[in-house]
């Protein structure tokens, strides 16, 4: 048997026309049953043999083909009366109203007419996008005249309701045009108006939009189920087909019998409406087809349509093999390239490895080990016969490990270093996808290296990630090349690393960094072996009386020699905040030759997303691959460092002493104070409103605003009474977690409570609770509170919070979906967009986008925060003197 | 084909701030963009006819027109349209 193949040039959509229906129909459909008595399916029923062998066994009467060969055949219903379908009616609709009622013709003026078809000419050659709207301008336009100009008849006004009904307004009253008015005027209008029309009449006349002949689907399309009792359950579209024979047949045996017109009529018009359900189920203006039960039938439409429809749960999205998922956890051991697979997985997943002269060892013992020893393997494919064998059925393993020879396949288990594709849902941008590097373990879960969390931005509360193996040398050459985690450290929404460190990272760096931290020799031996060092170790910085190394000196022997930083630390804020290295707060970064003068690292030097740190530089500058080895390295040391010195929190944490707390009372007891001031000067008129805002709406902005003052107040307060050495807070300082605000309401007070920007106002008639006067203003009926999370909040406090709370729940709730859909449309949109060689961006059929792309050609993976080059630090390296 | 009736467009707009610079291109300057683009007109983004900057500057369709934008990345950003009859 001889194979041809052909490529696609295009595919053209067109309508099926009557006689082409009636040459493919193997069967005419007249009779409703589908069985008779004797379990025989009826001849010229919907379940006729003619449409195909679908029972194991059964020989096609059309083919002679049995069910796995057999095509399936079509069959039709003669229509006893023409009908409208939905959707073509709307094709339908513009050529009724843009043609004459008598004559045909398009209702415009022969040269004008001409001029437009050759016009639509060209627009169809070059702008086929416009060209759809210049038919639409044509339809609109011959709509418009009243009067034919070829016959000179009146033209009326036709009315369509959606999706088959059609009426014209003549001067005697509104008519209701039949399907059969509406076929013999479509067939009259001419090929060349249809064609201005923006149909193509070779492939789709008008009236073969209106249907004399239903094609009926053969039964691969609709098979009936046998349920285990035995009994045969029909495919929904078999039920629909049942209706429209019977309804059908119904009419044919009004107009064999001139049954009076009303009733000829009526079972017209329902017929029509079944076809329309039988199309699609969910029309409007149209009865639903329904089940016994009644379920709404699904029609062809529901078969596409939606989600889980054809096209986008079939074609769009289908299942994988090769591919694993289960739950992640830390593994901060391993490298960022790397995922821990374990070995129950290792064993499932397989990757065709070709046998070489060089490998065939290798080859060998893998076949020698079997399907259920990693590292082992689970087939093996032989190229002298073609043939597949299964190890686990195979007896003789020795045997067969001998016969391999170069050219055949060895499907063989994962094993470390293999490269595969982890991803975790949802996949919103590039990097929700990486390469790495397969690293078998023992236990059931795969481990990520927490530094390569925020692409995914993944956590291990239960998170669960999936891992596909690339299945030839191209794809697994181009997952390394191009997916690989370290050639992602940069992300190419901003300028800025997207790998980097977090929480403990952060904290950890900023502990063993800051000034006041000294290490023993021990010490100092214990994080550089934690991360791997091999070399030197520095002149300590202290010499007598005992030997002392600095954090600071530990981090530089990681860092290029050449390197140089400026930059300020996370901490530089508030009394901390300095601008220059003349800076005693320590909170300056000043990088020299590869070593921290001076400044702690922190979020801004180490952290993920934030552009220009010393990790971006770095990652920039000397490469992904520099910054991968310090990912891989010193960064585990910043853990060890937390281990060694234990992070964590308590009760005393955050407390404050009685001053302090005396003092925010203070605080409180004046805003009180004015708030009701402010109150009672509303409540007499003589409050100073807001330009353009009523006073009422200016008492509660003010009323806001001083409420905030007293937060912040309060936070100040709290914040100057803590321990710089409080773990909370250098949490908070150095940008690991929370902020200062989580701190003011622990130590301090909640606040404010908002709903909806405003206090918290709904609830009772003119009060928010029952423990309060009607109309009540002051702060605490209206969401103050007073109360933090030390000492606990009163239960209306908590009431308030609460509600404040739900708000933020459901913000993020409808926030989340909202921008996915908005997301997956502008995908869709720009997916085809590309930058072509010459630096000009263009869709898929050429045309063009941009001139330059971005219209400065910058990639923005490659800049720093977007600029393509930092000015200031060219300047610094180029004009030190060495 | 323009059958709409002819706005009246105020030649105030072509000062206003947010209208970019538009030029109608001589045919040797077209061919000379085209060439350097190496695209058939057809493939240029389309302006209508009845824009109204179009209608100020008199370009009839066919014609291509430079815009001069301003652009918060490159500073400057030029731009070729090909002016359409709809």
Known sequence: MSVESYILSKIKFGVLPPHEISRMARVTVTRAELYESDGTPVMGGPRDPHFGAIEPGEVCPVCGNRRDACPGHFGKIDLARPVLLPYYSDHVNAVLQATCRSCSRILLPEEQANRMRRILKTLKEKWPRLAQSFIKEVRKQAAQNSVCPHCGARQYKIRYIRPVIFYEERPEGEVRLTPIEIRDRLEKVRNEDVELLGLDPEYSRPEWMVATVLPVPPLAIRPPITLETGLKSEDDLTHALVEIIRQNERLKHYLRTSAPETMVEDAWIALQHMIAAYIDNELPNVYVLQHRGGRPLKTLAQRLKGKEGRLRGNLSGKRVNYSARTVISPDSEISINEVGVPKEIAMILTYPMRVTLENIEEARKLVLNGPYKWPGATYVIKARTGTKIDLRYHKNHKQLAESLEPGDIVERHLVDGDIVLFNRQPSLHRMSILGHRVRVMPGKTFRLNPLVCPPYNADFDGDEMNLHVPRSEEAAAEAEEILLVERNIKTPRYGGPIIGGRQDYISGAYLMTVKTRLFTKEEVLELLAKAGYKGEIPEPAILYPKEYWTGKQIVSLFLPEDFNYEGRAKINAGPLACDSYDCFNDSYIAIRDGKLLMGVFDKNAIGAEQPNNVLHIIALEYGDDKAREILDSIYKSYIRMLELRGLTLSLSDVDIPVEARREIDKLVEEAKKEIMEMIELYKQGKLEPIPGRTPEDSLEIKIINRLQELFRKAAEVAVNYMDPFNDVFIMARTGARGSETNIAQMVAMLGQQVVRGKRIHRGYRNRTLPHFKWGDLAPEAKGFVRGNFRYGLRPVEVFFHAAAGREGLVDTAVKTSQSGYMQRRLMHALSDALVMHDGTVRDAYGNLIQLRYGEDGVDPMKTYHGDPVDIDRLIEKYSRVK | ?86
């Open chain 2, 1 to 86: 084909m323009p059958s709409r009736s002819k706005r009246r467009v105020s030649k105030k707009i072509l000062e206003h701030e947010l209208v970019p610079k538009h030029e109608v291109l001589s045919f040797e300057e077209a061919v000379e963009v085209l060439r350097k683009l190496g695209v058939p007109p057809s493939r240029l983004p389309a302006i209508s006819v009845n824009d109204p900057v179009v209608q100020l500057i008199g370009a009839k369709p066919g014609d291509i027109i430079k815009i001069t934008r301003k652009s918060p990345t490159a500073g400057e950003a030029v731009y070729y349209r090909i002016v359409v009859a709809f």
